[in-house]
């Protein structure tokens, strides 16, 4: 996948009004206590939030309102309280659709069509002529990897190659909001790096990059901050750092790998943060810990001044899947 | 240079977006043999009408007498011939319509297709026009574009241009005959393919509307004979008010035109919102 740049001068140019430098630009996109009703159901309630460039993960079991959220996100859907905003338009607007990149899970794809002639039509349909849409779907293709192979019928190319064209189309006319759904289903390990590494790539160079995932290990290293959602709520939002601070009722879990964990352990049962120590081997043991930055700090002092040997410290319950569950079984 | 990145042009209106569905529609049914068979029925219909026209006129001037006996079966040149070649045309495009209406639109909710329009910078109308357009223009090219040929080469192949000057009903009745069928074809199969998007039921519903319920009006009229019942064959109706479009459609008889008018105004109407019904219905989470 070739690294290009892709700022868009022409976009702002034709839709921004004039800004002054002590004006803020609108965020990329923003909820402003949205709640979406299906009938008797509600799909999300009272849900309030901006998104920050980086990459953000939507995780939430089934039901619990991630699909409605992209599609009020994506302008499929209006919400029958609140706004949805997209650089300060409504979502559901052309204006802000202009902004907005959306690679559906759906494999819907026109079979008989090439990859090439697929993201030209996309392309199209932004309103883009016939030499600028050819234009920016071969910088798309080459985005994603694809230049040489978008001639294929789509009927024919693998679940890896199809991703790509997905998300070609999804970003051939330049979004500054990406929206992913499912990226990694099916997709081969190989597959999943490429595309982990495409959206940092994204990323860097200032966009929003929201990936809807049940995969949630590839959230530890891919996400910079993960949405929880449940029963149509944002049951919480940050870094995976910040929620796991939030969630004081659980006690983190610290491994610790010492020579000397037995008198370790004797220092540590007297703190009052810490909650329970157990001792699984001889040089290891298990803590449950309260507070954890107050407690680190003072583990680092106690080490320095005690001399002992740790060979390893680390959190074992700060993945996203820990803290997913943790934040289920809250609420 | 690189274009993803220096791209200042302004864009299009959305609107253009609708031009984008037509085409790839277009493209999507040039791609599959099924299609060419029909449209080569179509072709040989046209091309056999063509060459009749020609014919005539060859016989007009070499035999003036053989061609005054052949005007009087008036098989080419006038209302009727052009209506009954439109009928046959609009005959095969159902057919056609029937297989590609899965593909087309079917597909779009079948698979969940639609959010791809959605997504893009157009809203549900221009969606939904460029999908009726599409059907429109299918159509248009199979029916009135060739009926339209066809009137000019007859008109060319006279002694003077007074045929197109004589005959502007003709020219009214092509056009009005065509736009009867494009706008009730296109807005039945959208709301039928939407509701029915899979291709047997879709073929079975679309040649149902049509073949059944044909029969089902001639079977009620046959009753008391009340031919009014006559008006719900949709097929029937798109024709009586295509002769009348021609000048060729027998006032003396119902259904008339005003009352064929208003039975397909209603379809139409019905079908608007199923549509608009399915596309809103998109919203729901399955």
């Known amino acids: ?331 | 240079m690189d274009p993803y990145s220096s791209w200042t042009g302004a864009r299009r209106s959305p609107w253009w977006g609708t031009w984008a569905i037509v085409r790839t529609g277009l493209n999507l049914i040039l791609r599959r043999w099924i299609f060419w068979v029909l449209i080569g029925l179509g072709l040989l219909n046209f091309l056999f009408n063509f060459a009749f026209i020609y014919l005539k006129a060859t016989i007009d001037v070499q035999n003036k007498t053989l061609g005054d006996f052949l005007n009087n079966y008036q098989v080419t040149g006038n209302g009727r011939a052009y209506a009954d070649f439109m009928f046959a045309q609009a005959s095969i495009t159902a057919l056609l319509l029937a297989f590609a209406g899965s593909m087309l639109i079917g597909g779009d909710y079948r698979q969940g297709g639609v959010v791809y329009y959605l997504s893009r910078r157009i809203e549900r109308r221009h969606y939904v026009a460029g999908k009726l357009l599409l059907i429109a223009s299918v159509v248009t090219i199979i029916t009135t574009l060739p009926t339209l040929i066809l009137f000019c080469e007859f008109g060319f192949l006279t002694s003077s241009f007074d045929y197109f000057l004589d005959h502007p009903r003709i020219l009214a009745g092509i056009l009005g005959y065509g736009a009867v069928l494009a706008v009730v074809q296109s807005l039945l199969l959208f709301a039928i393919a939407a509701w029915v998007p899979r291709t047997v039921p879709l073929v079975m519903t679309w040649l149902g509307m049509f073949v059944l319920v044909q029969a089902l009006a001639e079977a009620l009229r046959s009753i008391n004979d009340n031919r009014t019942w006559l008006l719900l064959s949709i097929w029937g109706d798109m024709q009586r008010l295509g002769r009348w479009c021609f000048g060729t459609l027998d006032a003396a008889k119902t259904p008339t035109a005003e009352q064929c008018a208003a039975a397909l105004t209603a379809l139409c109407a019905a079908c608007l919102v199923l549509i608009l019904a399915r596309v809103r219905a998109v919203e729901v989470v399955k």
């Open chain 1, 1 to 331: 996948m070739s690294d290009i740049s892709t700022i868009d001068e022409g976009e702002r140019r034709g839709v921004s009004p004039p800004v002054g430098p002590s004006v803020t630009p609108p965020p990329v996109a923003e909820f402003r206590n949205v709640t979406k009703w299906y009938g008797p159901v509600i799909g999300v309630n009272g849900v309030s939030f901006e998104l920050a460039p980086g990459i953000t993960g939507l995780l939430g079991p089934n039901g619990a309102g991630k699909t409605t959220l992209i599609k009020l996100l994506t302008g499929q859907l209006h919400p029958s309280l609140g706004d949805v905003l997209v650089r300060g338009q409504p979502a559901w607007t052309a204006a802000a659709k202009r902004h907005i990149g959306y690679c559906p899970e759906v494999d819907a794809l026109y079979e008989e069509m090439s990859g090439r002639q697929f993201v030209m039509t996309m392309a199209r349909l932004h309103g883009f002529d016939r030499a600028t849409a050819r234009d920016r779907t071969e910088a798309a293709l080459a985005d994603v990897g694809m230049s040489d192979r978008a001639d294929r019928i789509l009927r024919g190319c693998s679940k890896r190659m199809r991703q790509r064209i997905k998300l070609a189309q999804s970003l051939v006319h330049n979004p500054d909001l990406l929206i992913v759904d499912e990226p990694l289903n099916g997709i081969d390990p190989v597959g999943r790096r490429e595309l982990m590494e495409f959206f940092r790539r994204f990323r860097d160079r200032g966009k929003v990059v929201v990936v809807s995932s049940h995969i949630l290990e590839e959230m530890d290293t891919l996400a910079d901050q993960v949405i929880f959602m449940g029963r149509g709520r944002v049951l919480a939002m940050g870094t995976l750092a910040e929620i796991r601070q939030m969630l004081a009722e659980h006690p983190q879990r610290v491994r610790i790998k010492s020579s000397q964990a037995r008198d370790l352990a004797g220092h540590l049962i007297a703190w009052n943060f810490v909650r329970g120590i157990e001792l699984p081997a001889a040089n290891e043991l298990t803590l449950q810990v309260q507070r954890p930055d107050e407690f680190f700090r003072q583990f680092a002092a106690l080490v320095v001044e005690r001399q002992i040997d740790v060979t390893s410290l680390e959190a074992t319950d700060v993945s996203t899947e820990a803290i997913f569950e943790y934040v289920m079984s809250s609420n």
